[in-house]
């Protein structure tokens, strides 16, 4: 079982540049998130969705962009990337948003110099 | 806003000794209080939740303890093992209220000695 795939899985960027973070998910799941997660902070909610075709704002979404497109995928741009920006992200997706498990990615490592 | 505390950041214990880490809750509506588990270089895993209707939730060497009237729930290791090394994170959430949104706590790395 696949269940939340992230790719990709490490990447160092240049600030300024752009990148696409992408997650797809095979458990039919309505709901899907990306979190970050930097040392002493715990996991920061950036945007979530809850069905295909609509995207909401988190906790920390300045700076980031997302699609969802397919039901099954979830995309995470950042469009000028900033050093601020250097942190472990995590797509997730849960069949409830409420009192429901969350399944979580392995996790994209990125850094920007 | 919303927030949980959670503690020890960090915490070492003995092979067989048991570990408890505690979180503490801002948001009185809050419902729902998950406990997920994460190993080094992987996503965070679930491992044991509780709703506000019970006090206590048990799960072979695993158990979680609700004080509502305090704002506190805890997370009870038993028997520790060395496969039990891991961040632990708490989370909260209001379900049913305007955000549903899930508060996770800072997380706790737990180091367990052989």
């Known amino acids: 079982n696949a269940g939340v795939t992230q790719t990709p899985k490490f990447r160092v960027l240049k600030t300024g540049q752009s990148m696409t973070l992408l997650c797809a998910q095979d458990?039919?799941?309505?709901?899907m998130y990306w979190y970050r997660q930097d040392p002493g902070m715990g996991l920061r909610l950036i945007h979530y969705?809850?069905?295909?075709?609509?995207?909401a704002k988190g906790e920390v979404p300045d700076g980031y962009n997302v699609s969802r497109l397919k039901k099954q995928n979830f995309l995470l741009g950042l469009e000028s990337a900033a050093p601020s920006q250097t942190s472990v992200y995590f797509c997730?997706?849960?069949?409830?948003?409420?009192?429901?498990?969350?399944?979580f990615g392995e996790g994209s490592w990125l850094t920007v110099v | 806003g919303e927030n949980v505390e959670q503690h020890p950041s960090t915490l070492s214990v003995q092979e067989g000794d048991s570990a408890v880490i505690k979180c503490t809750y801002s948001?009185?509506?809050?419902?729902?209080f998950p406990w997920y588990k994460q190993e080094l270089g992987k996503g965070p895993q679930l491992i044991i939740d509780?709703?506000?209707?019970?006090g206590e939730k048990k799960d072979q060497r695993i158990a979680v303890t609700l004080n509502k009237t305090a704002k506190h729930f805890s997370l009870h290791i038993t028997e520790t093992q060395p496969e039990d090394s891991a961040v632990y994170f708490c989370?909260?959430?209001?379900?049913?209220?305007?955000?549903?949104?899930?508060?996770f706590g800072t997380g706790t790395l737990l180091a367990v000695q052989p």
């Open positions: 997730a997706s849960s069949y409830m948003v409420a009192g429901n498990t969350i399944y």
């Open positions: 948001d009185s509506a809050s419902n729902y």
């Open positions: 509780i709703r506000s209707n019970v």
């Open positions: 969705s809850v069905g295909e075709g609509t995207t």
């Open positions: 989370a909260s959430q209001n379900y049913g209220g305007a955000t549903n949104k899930l508060i």
């Open positions: 458990m039919n799941h309505e709901y």
